[in-house]
């Protein structure tokens, strides 16, 4: 993935995060046109959900039928997340690459892009799933035989990779064996854990519940390193330029859809919706509508669905 230099605008990313620890849920749909949250791209977006497709059929008794029924998506994901999906202070719709694909698949399921965001960390996502909280997870979810065990995964739908982050100025840590002795962030029960542990076996690792409290930890000097997606840290560091990105992703992270263990008429339903809106270009829209706002060049190539060891 590209990367880009530090920008100089700053978001009020502390509100959002504050919002977003409440546990409150948030309901958003695509009629809201503002200006998108500094950092997160700016100006007024596409409107993505009016081209997006509608299910032809909904099998009797399915989850969809049920979905359809009560005439909204209820997504576990994140309201913090720059980029990806974060509230807006002004407008309050939740916007950003995971917000835009929940809404298109609400709209593929009832015909209309209505959801409510259940705000969920990533200790938390497997139980929602389960107990039926939430009906999808849309959260840099990245797909793992391990996370398999507990849930399904349709897509991936889109890869991202671990890079390391410090503060601006930081000397001496440049790649993943440099965390060697460190003590080093990373979000509690995500891939970073077990990375920094093969990268550097000996590194102190310190773990939060969201990304914004590992940034803060980080400009506290919690710790000298701070280990997060790509995809999460770009607006970070754009919105924060005491932030800095150190090399390249050291590591191949594909993102799933959470779905409830077991349901396989709702995991190839929800890989087909996929399929489609890949193959129509809605899926580079999407893109360029949210990372797409700070990454120079053409959307990627999508990943092939079904190609993460766990999502099979």
Not at 237 to 255: L, M, N, R, V, W
Not at 263 to 281: E, H, R
Not at 294 to 304: H, I, L, T
Request: net charge positive.
């Amino acid at each position: 993935m590209v990367r880009f230099p530090a920008g100089t605008r700053r978001a009020a990313v502390a509100a959002v995060a504050a919002l977003a620890l409440t546990g409150l849920a948030a309901c958003s749909s695509d009629d809201d046109s503002g200006s998108a949250v500094p950092g997160a791209g700016g100006g007024a977006k596409d409107d993505l959900a009016a081209s997006a497709p509608v299910a032809s059929s909904i099998p009797a008794g399915s989850t969809m039928e049920k979905i359809r029924k009560r005439g909204q998506l209820i997504v576990g994901g994140s309201l913090d997340a720059p980029l990806l999906s974060q509230q807006n202070p002004a407008t309050k719709k939740v916007e950003g690459l995971d917000a835009d694909f929940g809404r298109l698949l609400a709209k593929y399921i009832i015909g209309k892009p209505e959801v409510k965001i259940v705000n969920s960390a990533s200790e938390t996502r497997e139980a929602l799933l389960s107990n039926g909280t939430v009906d999808v997870v849309f959260q840099t979810y990245s797909i793992t035989p391990e996370r398999a065990k507990q849930v399904a995964f349709a897509g991936p739908y889109y890869s991202s990779g671990l890079v390391i982050a410090t503060k601006k100025g930081e000397s001496g840590i440049a790649t993943p064996a440099d965390l060697k002795g460190k003590t080093v962030i990373a979000g509690a029960n995500t891939p970073a854990i077990p990375a920094i542990k093969k990268a550097a076996p000996d590194a102190k690792i310190v773990t939060f519940g969201s990304d914004p409290e590992c940034v803060q930890a980080l400009k506290q000097g919690r710790g000298q390193a701070y280990v997060q997606d790509e995809a999460v840290l770009l607006a970070t560091a754009k919105q924060d330029p005491s932030i800095q990105i150190q090399g390249k992703p050291f590591t191949s992270d594909p993102y799933g859809i959470g779905l409830k263990h077991g349901d396989a008429q709702m995991k190839a339903f929800v890989n087909d919706w996929l399929k489609q809106i890949q193959a129509s270009g809605l899926w580079a829209k999407v893109w360029k509508n949210s990372i797409g706002t700070v990454v120079q060049g053409d959307a990627p190539q999508p990943p092939a669905i079904g190609s993460a060891p766990g999502s099979e």
